[in-house]
């Protein structure tokens, strides 16, 4: 049986107060009511890890971060490193968000660095890949999700495949309120097992943790979620106030 994850990406919000706030307010709910199939992982921005660490620790919450950099340490100014956000007390990243792509240029050579040195110092990883609409709508879908794993995942090997998940975030419906539609996304995650297979190891796909991400909600978590071969989400807006994403956790509930 694959890990059903729900995971919640903060993106640039929340100061500290406003995230222990909604961290607390988090694990009140998931204390009240623990989820019994699915692992539920919160990515604050950076400054926030350490005091939202302490707010879930006795919990079943696990950490992330949203990035790191691909060196382990030096003269990089303004950048974070793998070891930081560890002893900040996450223990999962995301690497190659389609924002990180966009706005920071990261390429598939810098995200399979960051991977390598995330798995190098003992974090799992939230591993991005999506279409942007252009390239959908040219039926390019799957030359540029099947070139982003290829590429973000080379050298990887069957037994580091274990600490990555993929999600898969169509870059045209992420914080536009279109998410794709079950069979769209459904499709895409199917090829990427395909695609597993294919580079990394015979019937490996089948074993990889595959998210959907891309305006995902309380409306339309379920109908995903019961996809075959979505295994959980991972929320941007929704996350961003504990009932929705509480909402989120409880449709996965339902239909895992
Ligand atoms: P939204 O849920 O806001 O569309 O964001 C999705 C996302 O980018 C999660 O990483």
């Not at 640039?12 to 709910?29: G, S």
């Not at 382990?72 to 996450?90: D, Q, R, W």
């Amino acid at each position: 049986m694959r890990k059903k994850i729900i995971a919640g990406n903060w993106k640039m919000h929340k100061t500290n107060p406003e995230a222990i706030r909604l961290a607390e307010q988090l694990r009140k709910k998931l204390e009240k009511n623990p989820p019994q199939k699915s692992k539920v992982i919160i990515c604050p921005p950076f400054t926030a890890l350490s005091v939202v660490s302490e707010v879930i620790k006795y919990s079943s919450l696990e950490l992330g971060a949203q990035n790191i950099f691909w060196e382990e340490e030096g003269a990089y100014t303004g950048e974070i490193s793998a070891k930081m956000i560890k002893s900040a007390g996450a223990r999962w990243v995301i690497i190659g968000h389609s924002e990180r792509r966009k706005y920071f240029k990261e390429d598939e050579n810098t995200i399979n660095k960051k991977i390598r040195l995330a798995l190098q110092n003992k974090l799992k990883v939230i591993f991005c890949v999506g279409e942007t609409l252009e390239e959908r709508e040219q039926n390019l879908t799957k030359d540029i999700v099947g070139n982003q794993v290829e590429w973000g995942l080379k050298g990887i090997t069957p037994a580091e495949l274990k600490n990555i998940v993929i999600a898969y975030e169509p870059v045209w419906a992420i914080g536009t309120g279109k998410n794709a539609t079950p069979e769209q996304a459904e499709e895409v995650h199917a090829f990427i097992r395909d695609i597993l297979d294919a580079l990394i190891e015979d019937n490996v796909g089948e074993t990889v943790t595959i998210l959907y991400g891309g305006s995902v909600k309380p409306e339309n978590a379920e109908g995903l979620l019961a996809q075959p071969d979505i295994d959980g989400a991972l929320v941007g807006g929704a996350c961003l106030k504990a009932d929705s994403f509480y909402k989120i956790i409880q449709a996965g509930e339902k239909v895992f």
